[in-house]
């Protein structure tokens, strides 16, 4: 029947709080007190008022309990709320350093890409310089071949044109 009447007192006091509405005729630690003499059926009625500083003692300490859980709640929430703000911060940093590599993979990219066509540009140039180069001397092992051509003609005139005994001595 104890058990009965504890599991009773239980429900009542949870229900009690699920609702969160006191006792309209006693404050919330008087209700307890009152309730909780109503759990024991063992007691008589002198007994409560007896026991009534050590329940409310029980119940302080109960309600000290809560209290000082709420306050290391709220200070959880507020670490929390910290840790949250400087994640956000945090977040949006890596966003933005994010975006900087992007941009600044852009820009290297296309760095390359300029670097890339202007070498090309420098190759093609040297490429076309050594050709001319190429073509110049050749042109100039042709001139020069040319004019040994021309100096051995000239020079065979020449031999042609000296009288008869020189040409023999020459």
């Not at 919330?28 to 007896?50: F, K």
């Not at 959880?76 to 911060?89: C, F, T, W």
């Not at 992007?102 to 050594?130: C, G």
């Given at each position: 029947?104890?058990?009965?009447?504890?599991?009773?007192?239980?429900?009542?006091?949870?229900a009690?709080?699920?609702?969160?509405?006191?006792?309209?005729?006693?404050?919330?630690?008087?209700?307890?007190v009152?309730?909780?003499?109503?759990?024991?059926?063992?007691?008589?009625?002198?007994?409560?008022?007896?026991?009534?500083?050590?329940?409310?003692?029980?119940?302080?300490?109960?309600?000290d309990?809560?209290?000082?859980?709420?306050?290391?709640?709220q200070?959880?929430?507020?670490?929390?709320?910290?840790?949250?703000?400087?994640?956000?911060?945090?977040?949006?940093?890596?966003?933005?350093?994010?975006?900087?590599?992007?941009?600044?993979?852009?820009?290297?990219?296309?760095?390359?890409?300029?670097?890339?066509?202007?070498?090309?540009?420098?190759?093609?140039?040297?490429?076309?310089?050594?050709?001319?180069?190429?073509?110049?001397?050749?042109?100039?092992?042709?001139?020069?071949?040319?004019?040994?051509?021309?100096?051995?003609?000239?020079?065979?005139?020449?031999?042609?044109?000296?009288?008869?005994?020189?040409?023999?001595?020459?």
């Amino acid at each position: 029947m104890t058990a009965t009447m504890n599991e009773m007192f239980w429900t009542q006091l949870d229900a009690r709080i699920a609702t969160n509405r006191p006792s309209p005729e006693a404050p919330a630690t008087a209700e307890i007190v009152r309730l909780a003499g109503a759990a024991d059926p063992a007691a008589s009625p002198e007994e409560p008022a007896a026991m009534t500083p050590h329940a409310v003692a029980d119940w302080t300490r109960v309600l000290d309990t809560i209290s000082v859980a709420k306050d290391a709640a709220q200070q959880q929430e507020i670490r929390l709320r910290e840790q949250a703000a400087v994640r956000e911060a945090l977040a949006a940093d890596l966003q933005r350093a994010q975006q900087e590599i992007q941009t600044l993979e852009t820009l290297l990219r296309d760095t390359q890409a300029q670097a890339e066509e202007a070498i090309r540009a420098v190759q093609a140039r040297a490429e076309a310089r050594i050709r001319d180069a190429e073509d110049y001397a050749r042109a100039a092992d042709l001139r020069a071949a040319a004019a040994e051509d021309w100096l051995r003609r000239i020079e065979q005139a020449s031999r042609d044109l000296l009288p008869g005994d020189r040409r023999a001595a020459a």
